[in-house]
């Protein structure tokens, strides 16, 4: 079950909405506990764009099997590269 904070992709696996080049990836911000047809639910989140932004609210009905999750960016360290020669490595 997906959790607020969670970043999924959105693609024809998850709902034939978001199909060919329809998907998105969604930033999850509410999962809801209203019933609904077994394994399927509605979230609640952010579309982001390519940069991690979020451009849009949306609030969308999908199949938990078809959920992927996004792995997280690499983020930037400030400061200079640490060099590993001459240390053996």
Do not use: I, N
Not at 3 to 19: T, Y
Not at 30 to 55: F, H, K, N, Q
């Amino acid at each position: 079950m997906p959790r607020p904070g969670d970043v999924l992709l959105l693609d024809g696996r998850a709902s034939v909405q978001f199909a060919d080049d329809r998907a998105l990836v969604l930033r999850v911000t509410s999962v809801s506990e209203r019933a609904t047809y077994y394994g399927w639910c509605w979230l609640t989140g952010y579309a982001l764009d390519r940069a991690g932004a979020a451009v849009e609210r949306r609030e969308v009905f999908v199949q938990l099997a078809g959920l992927r999750p996004v792995p997280p960016k690499p983020r930037h360290t400030a400061g200079r590269a640490v060099s590993t020669r001459g240390r053996g490595v």
